[in-house]
């Protein structure tokens, strides 16, 4: 009699090729076959080519969101036919079997690989949702729960093998021999840290800014320490750290003569897998634009000499000292055939100093119009600010044994539902000599 766990192959492929890709985790649970045959290279090419093509056809797409410390599967379809509550709904909670990754910070994505950072900053983890492996990184010392470091995940180009970049660059603006300087890099094949031979900059990363990776490589925005403007702002260029000569490149510059204040605010973000994207919104100003690349490498940019989007922002300003996006670089990412961006962040209220916050997403057009989505509801934890990058999945192996994640998912919800120790630890050091290893 023939039963789910000894269907034959080719019907068992087409069964599990319907299903979603937050569904392989309880279908590897159900019976040794399927479990087998889910985790087979040739069928998991199928299955997301499959998937793929699903969700070019209902033109949907995922991303990762953080929100109040934890990592959520989002899809996201714009052709929402008028429901603009429903174009961005929760798919899934990513966690580990043991909860071993807990309060996560920042997260990045490259090529179907998650690098998440918790916000005590000294645990790394690397999934890999698709085949729900987990890596841990062994930490390069112990740190201080105030220390802030920078983070990247890339690809050497030659041999495809991944390479985690940490590091931190402090300068103190009014003694130009106190600095602090230390860059290491971690290599998967290796499985070890490295001490990187790169001297101080002449840029510093903006503290606020999360870096994004394309074609294997990592780009910031920061400013220039020496521009002619000193006392109120700093002039903005782009930096990339190419992971294949494991090198920063030359300054890029931005598509307008900008100089930042710490209350701009400037985002990046990609389309395509192809561009960078630039989202910017001067302090003094209600507008906010964005611009895309017509071609990115790590020492060569060109922008498009037309804006993708200008629109007047007023509609999202409560009151005269609200500023729209605080301090929080926000996330985005835009649809270039349906003309809008989607801009993430957290909107705080405050009334008789009870204060409340809402994890939001702002859909631009091109055309003016504005649409907002709540997104799970009001959250407690102020300081944790919405953060979200593209998720394509992949079918990289990350060979560790370590407990696989899980998911937990979630049913269709009724609407409306639920001082830096750094500088001064830095400031007894003027140079760093780090031990090779």
Aim: neutral net charge.
């Amino acid at each position: 009699m023939t039963n789910i766990s000894n269907l034959p192959r080719d019907l068992t492929e087409e069964v599990l090729s319907k299903l979603p890709l937050t569904s392989l985790k309880r279908v590897r649970s159900t019976c040794k076959n399927w479990n087998n045959v889910s985790k087979d290279r040739s069928f998991a090419m199928k299955h997301l080519g499959d998937q793929a093509k699903l969700a070019a056809r209902e033109r949907e797409f995922k991303v990762v969101m953080i929100m109040d410390f934890k990592v959520y599967l989002m899809s996201v379809n714009l052709d929402n036919n008028g429901d603009v509550e429903s174009c961005i709904k929760p798919q899934a909670k990513l966690i580990s079997l043991d909860d071993e990754v807990d309060d996560v910070y920042q997260v990045f994505h490259c090529n179907g690989l998650l690098l998440c950072i918790t916000k005590d900053n000294t645990r790394l983890t690397v999934w890999n949702p698709y085949w729900g492996h987990v890596r841990l990184i062994e930490p390069t010392h112990n740190f201080h729960r105030l220390d802030w470091y920078y983070h990247a995940l890339g690809y050497n180009k030659s041999s495809k093998s991944y390479k985690i970049l940490r590091f931190t660059d402090y300068d103190d603006d009014d003694d130009d021999t106190d600095y602090f300087v230390d860059f290491r890099i971690y290599d998967f094949n290796s499985n070890s840290w490295r001490v990187l031979d790169i001297t101080h900059q002449d840029w510093v990363i903006f503290l606020s800014n999360h870096g994004v990776s394309l074609k294997g490589n990592t780009y910031w925005l920061a400013k220039d320490k020496y521009s002619e403007i000193r006392i109120t702002a700093e002039e903005s260029v782009l930096v990339c750290f190419d992971f294949t000569s494991e090198t920063f490149g030359q300054p890029l510059s931005l598509p307008f003569k900008f100089y930042n204040s710490i209350l701009d605010t400037m985002s990046l973000s990609i389309v395509r897998e192809e561009q960078l994207v630039l989202l910017r919104n001067p302090w003094n100003t209600l507008s906010m634009e964005i611009w895309v690349t017509t071609k990115i490498e790590p020492n060569t940019v060109s922008w498009n000499s037309k804006v993708f989007l200008e629109t007047n922002i007023i509609k999202l300003i409560p009151s005269p000292s609200h500023f729209p996006f605080p301090f929080t670089n926000p996330s985005f990412f835009i649809d270039e055939e349906k003309k809008v961006a989607v801009v993430f962040d957290k909107a705080t209220l405050s009334i008789y100093g009870n204060s409340t916050c809402n994890n939001k997403a702002y859909i631009f057009g091109v055309d003016g119009s504005l649409e907002k989505v709540d997104l799970r509801g009001v959250c407690a934890k102020s300081f944790c600010y919405t953060h979200v990058c593209s998720y394509v999945p992949s079918l990289m192996q990350l060979n560790d044994r370590r407990p696989p994640i899980k998911y937990t998912y979630f049913r269709k919800r009724k609407r409306g539902s639920p001082t830096d120790n750094t500088r001064e630890r830095s400031k007894q050091i003027k140079t760093i000599v780090s031990p090779k290893n």
